[in-house]
């Protein structure tokens, strides 16, 4: 049963547009939401998060927007850039103490010149 | 860079025996965590440490123990290594508001 859901495996953006990365959530109880993104061969390296309370956190090119009554998150990047090609991963922090991250699969994204 | 090493990098074992993964981090934070990935998984949580001597398990903690007698290190020990456990390890510490901090994995192979 997964509380996090990003249901498109593969994304492919040109170079300058918009790249639109969408996530999907169960539980209404969790206070925080972040963006991950890894190369190959790295660990995954922290992109940007959302609180709860908030429905939208911007820094730079990358803006969260956060959808509670959808259950629904997305991440844009504009412009997009070849250097943003990876696999992005969507996590929420169901709150608490031990403070542990619930991810989803991930969606590749590939931007193309 | 949030000081988070992990060690080996690369391993290959085989199956039924013993391997001990090691993270350290340099920034004295309370909570680690090992997370395992697999192709069509994303990341799972094995087991974390809120404190020396305090750990908890993860949602795929079976056939994984974990130590932590100091606070700058977290081991994971596969007890007996079997061929499911073939993965990409990543040790990570919290930093507040959610927001953790990956090191930079362990590609293990159970042959």
């Known amino acids: 049963d997964q509380q996090v859901k990003q249901n498109s495996p593969s994304l492919s953006v040109q170079e300058g547009r918009i790249s639109i990365l969408n996530c999907d959530y169960t539980?209404?109880?969790?206070?925080?939401f972040l963006w991950y993104k890894k190369y190959p061969a790295e660990g995954p390296t922290f992109l940007i998060s959302?609180?709860?309370?908030?429905d939208k956190n911007e820094d730079g090119r990358f803006t969260v927007f956060l959808n509670k009554s959808a259950k629904h998150l997305s991440l844009h990047i504009v412009p997009s850039q070849p250097g943003d090609s990876a696999v992005y991963f969507c996590?929420?922090?169901?709150?608490?103490?031990?403070?542990?991250?619930?991810f989803g699969k991930g969606t590749k994204l590939s931007v193309k010149p | 860079d949030a000081g988070i090493t992990q060690s080996p990098r690369h391993k290959v074992t085989e199956t039924g025996t013993p391997v001990t993964l090691r993270c350290h981090q340099t920034e004295n934070h309370r909570y680690m965590y090992w997370y395992r990935q697999d192709p069509g998984h994303g990341l799972r949580l094995i087991h974390y440490s809120y404190g020396v001597k305090d750990t908890d398990k993860g949602e795929v903690s079976d056939g994984y123990s974990v130590s932590r007698s100091k606070t700058e290190d977290f081991l994971l020990t596969l007890e007996s290594a079997t061929s499911s456990q073939t993965s990409v390890y990543f040790c990570?510490?919290?930093?507040?508001?959610?927001?953790?901090?990956f090191g930079p994995g362990t590609r293990l192979t159970v042959t």
């Open positions: 990570a510490i919290s930093v507040g508001s959610g927001e953790q901090y």
């Open positions: 996590a929420a922090s169901p709150g608490g103490s031990q403070g542990n991250l619930i």
């Open positions: 539980n209404s109880m969790f206070d925080y």
């Open positions: 959302i609180s709860s309370i908030k």
